[in-house]
C-alpha cells in the first residue's frame, strides 16, 4: 500500500488527445499536466481518443486540454508548462558513517547531492518504483478504499512500492493481495506513468481474478467491482489512478487494448 504517495492536492491539465467529462472529477482534486513523450509513437500515446486532428480547444472546470505543450486556461490566457523537477536533496545524514551530510555539487557533476562531511561518500537518490493491478472481472474493475493516509477514505486501484528482491509484476500481485485478499493472475503491462517531480514511475499492470473472492485487507476499508460507467471519479486517492482509469475507459470504448506511457507533471498547491 501507498503511505507516502503524491497528495491529490494539485492542478492538472490533460492531452489534447483526451476528451472527458468534467463533471466526473471534483475540480478541487485536479491535477497535473500530460505530455505525450516524443519517443512514443502515436499508436502508443496516452489515452489514445483520437487523434491530434480532432483536438478539442478547452474543456471546462478543473480539465482543461493542452496545444502544443502549454496549458490552457478558461480566459484563454496561456501559460507554459512546468518542466518536471524534484526537490533538493534530503538526506541529512551519511548512511555509511551517520555524519551529517551538506549539499554541494560534486566535482564533475551538475546536480547538487548530498555529500557526507565525514566520509565524502555522495548520496544519490532515485526514483521510487510503484506497481499495481487494474483488475477485471465481469466487465468491472476493481477498487480499494483506502484506511490509511494520504487520502484516508478514497478509492484507489490495489498498487504499493516494489520491495526489494521482487518483480515489478510479482509487486503487484502482492499489493492486490495485501490489500483486497484476492489472488490475480497478471494478464499484460496496462500503463507506465512517470511523474518526475515526486520521484515516482508506475507500471500498472491488467490483470484477473482467479476466484471471485476478494475482501478488505487491513489498510482498506472495502473494496468493490465498479463497471466502468460507474467509477467514482468523485472520490479517487490519486492522479494516477484517475489518468489509468481514463485511458482504460478510453481503450474500453474503442473496442482495443492497448499498452500506454505518459508522463504526470505535478505542481504542488501545498505540502
Not at 489515452?47 to 491530434?52: D, I, M, Q, R
Not at 528482491?165 to 493472475?185: M, P, W
Not at 492522479?239 to 475507459?249: A, D, F, G, H
Request: aromatic share 8%.
Amino acid at each position: 500500500m501507498l503511505r507516502s504517495l503524491h497528495l491529490p492536492l494539485l492542478r492538472f491539465a490533460l492531452s489534447p488527445f483526451h476528451r472527458c467529462n468534467p463533471s466526473r472529477i471534483p475540480s478541487s482534486r485536479a491535477i497535473a499536466s500530460l505530455s505525450k513523450s516524443p519517443a512514443i509513437a502515436p499508436s502508443n500515446a496516452f489515452f489514445l481518443a483520437s487523434s491530434s486532428r480532432s483536438r478539442s480547444r478547452s474543456v471546462s472546470g478543473a480539465f482543461r486540454t493542452c496545444s502544443g505543450g502549454s496549458e490552457t486556461n478558461p480566459d484563454g490566457n496561456i501559460a507554459a508548462a512546468p518542466s518536471p523537477s524534484v526537490g533538493n536533496p534530503n538526506i541529512r545524514f551519511c548512511q555509511a558513517c551517520g555524519s551529517p551530510t551538506k549539499q554541494v555539487i560534486p566535482d564533475g557533476e551538475e546536480k547538487v547531492r548530498s555529500v557526507c562531511t565525514g566520509c565524502g561518500r555522495i548520496h544519490y537518490e532515485n526514483p521510487k518504483m510503484v506497481v499495481g493491478c487494474l483488475v477485471e472481472h465481469d466487465n468491472k474493475v476493481l477498487l480499494c478504499r483506502r484506511k490509511i493516509e494520504p487520502s484516508y477514505g478514497l478509492w484507489t486501484l490495489p498498487a504499493g512500492y516494489v520491495e526489494v528482491g521482487e518483480s515489478a509484476a510479482g509487486g503487484a500481485i502482492r499489493e492486490t493481495l495485501e490489500e483486497a485478499r484476492a489472488e490475480v493472475e497478471i494478464l499484460s503491462p496496462f500503463a507506465q506513468l512517470d511523474i518526475p517531480r515526486i520521484g515516482q514511475s508506475y507500471i500498472i499492470f491488467r490483470a484477473r481474478l482467479k476466484t471471485p473472492d476478494f475482501s478488505p485487507g487491513p489498510e482498506s476499508l472495502e473494496c468493490a467491482l465498479f463497471a466502468i460507467d460507474d467509477i467514482p471519479f468523485h472520490s479517487l486517492a490519486f492522479s494516477s489512478v484517475i489518468v489509468t482509469l481514463k485511458m482504460y475507459i478510453e481503450d474500453i470504448k474503442a473496442g482495443k487494448l492497448k499498452f500506454h506511457y505518459c508522463t504526470i507533471n505535478k505542481r504542488r498547491e501545498s505540502i
